[in-house]
């Protein structure tokens, strides 16, 4: 009887080590999810929904109201907005649960990204005009085929095109931006005005409203970075919250700047 189970046994196995999904273990676990997301790998589709486990290789898309909120081993979380797409590289965690490499290529869409335990320079997120390298770092970035947008509320950023020009980010609220002719630093969007900045608050939606985003993944330094004004002469948030600093609901309600939700 043994000997007729071993035919089944081994044929179970091969199924197990045939499928992508369950031949390797997850890089991260999606913690928070809207309708319309979900992953694909080698042809096989399946839809994320709160508790499931993303992988190598994973190519991970968004329809019009989706929102993949992901939690890596290492507690990098990366956010895939609505109506984005990308892939899952490379994920290399150390038995210490730190991280040895973390690349994601991003092919489109709105995206925020915080590193986890890690080295910074394991880290690194390609787009189709660049890369970004990351130095502890929480930011958000927007990816069109023809232009990448960096906006840093943490840390540092630097940005390379594909013809190895660079610029870095360095001071909160830094924007920066490169195609395959330049990257450059734009600075504050307090500066940007007009049309552009209308567009700019279209492009960073959580960086004018975090209200979709669980707890964890929101950051304190976000909303004041496109919330403001369009003027140089904008008191600090300090003066305009007063001695005490206000609650992290109350940076991300729709009341607390009457402009905030766009």
Known sequence: MFSRLLPALAGTALMLLASPVLAQSATGTARGVDPQASAT???????????SD???????????????QIKFADQTELVVGPRSALVIDDYLLRADNSIGKLSVNALAGTFRFATGTGPKDRYQISTPTGTIGV?????????????TQVLLFSGGVQMCNAGGQCAELTETCDLG????????????????????RADLRSQFLYAVNQSGLMSEFRFDSALRCLNRPASEDVPALDTILGDGDAPVDDYNSC????YSCG
């Open 41 to 51: 790998i080698q042809n096989q589709t399946r839809q994320l929904v709160v508790g």
């Open 54 to 68: 993303v992988f190598i290789g994973d190519r991970v898309e968004t329809g019009d109201k989706g929102l993949v």
């Open 135 to 147: 130095r502890g770092t929480e930011f958000d970035f927007v990816v069109t085929p023809q232009n």
């Open 177 to 196: 931006s490169f195609d395959t002719a330049l990257a450059q630093v734009l600075g504050h969007p307090d500066a940007i005005t007009g049309q552009a």
């Open 255 to 258: 009341s607390f700047y009457e």
